[in-house]
């Protein structure tokens, strides 16, 4: 009895142990079947991801060749994109009578009406209102293995028109700049195109509300190749001619053979940057009864020296300019003075003239600012012996400007500004201009 007890329990554990491993083996079935099923759909997601990939893919070509098409420069070239939009008030008062209309636009100081030989001067006041100084500009820079190659054009619609005031106020875009610039070193370039001149120190213009500013200024762009080396440039630049004539008048040539030479250091000491530039030029004069027969001529060289610069005090700076030569002439106030003039041997005399300007410029705040610009220019013209109609010539000219800005958000600019000018001729006589000017102003 006792016998068989063992032998129905070992039994008894054996069977337990076979249940056990056919429901092991039953949970194995079940996971692999799982694993199976979970492998199969992964399988079938990696050829519908391959599927929308290569479609993706394809799409993606079809996009980038279309971009390639609409791009606006070659791939590698930055383009770039900008300038303002601004309007003007002007309402101005001249003392001796109706100037050009250019005047109603920009200060000319050569322009301010001067009291008539008679004495009899009516006063003129006018208001103008013209958005024509608002302007434009698209640029590119390209890197290569030789530097980066870069270009700028610039327009406005300053002194043109297609239409009139009375309907449709149209006028046509102009060029500003236009050039080409090669940076092939470390500060190492060249410069082809219109630009402005080497002999003007850009920086050193006050932030006046007028489109060009003080009297004695430096203001010329024309075209030009220009080279720079580090602080040093050396450029030569496009030649004219203007000179006063016996009796009246004036003759504006271009027969030089020699273009302007400019030389130019631009210095930093501190806050103060400031440039030192010198110009040699060839005077010309030239009559032509006809295309093919020459009359009177004469030739003669000139000079011009520019000293200029900005210092900045703290937020606010102060800048400056002054001027020296006996062939200033056009590079100054807008040609307020001419070249030189024809004496009675019919040969050129050039004028010894002067120029300059302080302008200071204060940061109320954030959002105010204020300039004060106070300038000055004179030549030594010559007498009546030698001159006929000496008299008539323009002596000096003053000019001062104060102005307040408010720019309530980046880039808008709201403006007043008051201006004086004077201009006085040789034999005494002068005339002034008060101005008020407002403008509104965008930068883009």
Same mark, same amino acid.
């Given at each position: 009895?006792?016998?068989?007890?063992?032998?129905?329990?070992?039994?008894?554990?054996?069977?337990?142990?076979?249940?056990?491993?056919?429901?092991?083996?039953?949970?194995?079935?079940?996971?692999?079947?799982?694993?199976?099923?979970?492998?199969?759909?992964?399988?079938?997601?990696?050829?519908?991801?391959?599927?929308?990939? %290569?479609?993706?893919?394809?799409?993606?070509?079809?996009?980038?060749?279309?971009?390639?098409?609409?791009?606006?420069?070659?791939?590698?070239?930055?383009? =770039?994109?900008?300038?303002?939009?601004? /309007?003007? %008030?002007?309402?101005?008062?001249?003392?001796?009578?109706?100037?050009?209309?250019?005047?109603?636009? /920009?200060?000319?100081?050569?322009?301010?009406?001067?009291?008539?030989?008679?004495?009899? $001067?009516?006063?003129?006041?006018?208001?103008?209102?013209?958005?024509?100084?608002?302007?434009?500009?698209?640029?590119? *820079?390209?890197? =290569?293995?030789?530097?980066?190659?870069?270009?700028?054009?610039?327009?406005?619609?300053?002194?043109? $028109?297609?239409?009139?005031?009375?309907?449709?106020?149209?006028?046509?875009?102009?060029?500003?700049?236009?050039?080409?610039?090669?940076?092939?070193?470390?500060?190492?370039?060249?410069?082809?195109?219109?630009?402005?001149?080497?002999?003007?120190?850009?920086?050193?213009?006050?932030?006046?509300?007028?489109?060009?500013?003080?009297?004695?200024?430096?203001? !010329?762009?024309?075209?030009?190749?220009?080279?720079?080396?580090?602080?040093?440039?050396?450029?030569?630049?496009?030649?004219? =001619?203007?000179?006063?004539?016996?009796?009246?008048?004036?003759?504006?040539?271009?027969?030089?053979?020699?273009?302007?030479?400019? *030389?130019? #250091?631009?210095?930093? &000491?501190?806050?103060?940057?400031?440039?030192?530039?010198?110009?040699?030029?060839? /005077?010309?004069?030239?009559?032509?009864?006809?295309?093919?027969?020459?009359?009177?001529?004469?030739?003669?060289? $000139?000079?011009?020296?520019?000293?200029?610069?900005?210092?900045?005090?703290?937020?606010?700076?102060?800048?400056?300019?002054?001027?020296?030569?006996?062939?200033?002439?056009?590079?100054?106030?807008?040609? &307020?003075?001419?070249?030189? #003039?024809?004496?009675?041997?019919?040969?050129?005399?050039?004028?010894?003239?002067?120029?300059?300007?302080?302008?200071?410029?204060?940061?109320?705040?954030?959002?105010?600012?204020?300039?004060?610009?106070?300038? %000055?220019?004179?030549?030594?013209?010559?007498?009546?012996? !030698?001159?006929?109609?000496?008299?008539?010539?323009?002596?000096? #000219?003053?000019?001062?400007?104060?102005?307040?800005?408010?720019?309530?958000?980046?880039?808008?600019?709201?403006?007043?500004?008051?201006?004086?000018?004077?201009?006085?001729?040789?034999?005494?006589?002068?005339?002034?201009?008060?101005?008020?000017?407002?403008?509104?102003?965008? %930068?883009?």
């Amino acid at each position: 009895m006792f016998s068989r007890k063992p032998l129905g329990l070992a039994l008894a554990l054996v069977g337990c142990s076979a249940v056990d491993t056919q429901v092991q083996a039953a949970e194995v079935d079940e996971r692999i079947a799982e694993l199976e099923r979970q492998i199969a759909e992964l399988k079938a997601l990696v050829v519908s991801n391959k599927t929308n990939i %290569a479609s993706n893919l394809q799409t993606l070509e079809v996009q980038a060749e279309d971009i390639e098409e609409a791009r606006p420069m070659k791939k590698g070239t930055k383009f =770039t994109y900008g300038g303002y939009v601004q /309007l003007d %008030a002007i309402a101005s008062n001249y003392s001796e009578g109706k100037p050009a209309s250019v005047m109603d636009d /920009l200060f000319v100081p050569s322009l301010i009406p001067v009291e008539p030989v008679s004495g009899d $001067g009516d006063s003129y006041t006018n208001t103008n209102i013209h958005a024509k100084s608002s302007r434009f500009y698209f640029g590119t *820079a390209t890197n =290569t293995d030789v530097g980066k190659i870069s270009s700028f054009i610039e327009l406005d619609f300053i002194l043109s $028109g297609q239409g009139d005031e009375r309907v449709s106020n149209s006028f046509s875009s102009r060029i500003r700049h236009a050039y080409l610039k090669w940076d092939y070193g470390d500060q190492k370039s060249l410069l082809a195109g219109q630009a402005w001149s080497t002999f003007f120190n850009v920086g050193a213009l006050p932030d006046l509300l007028d489109f060009v500013g003080p009297v004695g200024t430096v203001f !010329e762009r024309q075209p030009m190749i220009r080279w720079t080396s580090g602080p040093v440039q050396l450029a030569i630049e496009n030649q004219t =001619t203007r000179v006063n004539l016996q009796g009246g008048g004036s003759s504006l040539n271009d027969a030089q053979l020699m273009p302007d030479l400019v *030389a130019r #250091y631009n210095g930093k &000491s501190g806050d103060l940057n400031w440039s030192l530039a010198a110009i040699g030029r060839q /005077l010309s004069y030239e009559e032509r009864p006809n295309a093919s027969t020459e009359g009177a001529s004469d030739e003669e060289y $000139g000079y011009g020296l520019s000293f200029a610069g900005k210092w900045n005090i703290g937020r606010n700076d102060l800048r400056f300019m002054a001027s020296y030569g006996d062939a200033l002439g056009r590079y100054m106030g807008l040609n &307020s003075f001419n070249d030189g #003039y024809i004496d009675r041997n019919g040969e050129i005399s050039t004028i010894d003239q002067w120029g300059g300007f302080v302008a200071y410029r204060h940061y109320w705040n954030d959002q105010w600012r204020s300039n004060i610009s106070i300038s %000055a220019s004179e030549a030594s013209n010559p007498g009546g012996a !030698e001159f006929d109609g000496a008299g008539n010539l323009a002596k000096s #000219y003053r000019s001062m400007h104060l102005n307040l800005n408010y720019l309530p958000a980046p880039k808008l600019q709201l403006g007043g500004e008051l201006m004086y000018g004077v201009k006085e001729l040789e034999d005494g006589r002068d005339g002034d201009m008060y101005r008020l000017q407002f403008a509104a102003k965008y %930068a883009f």
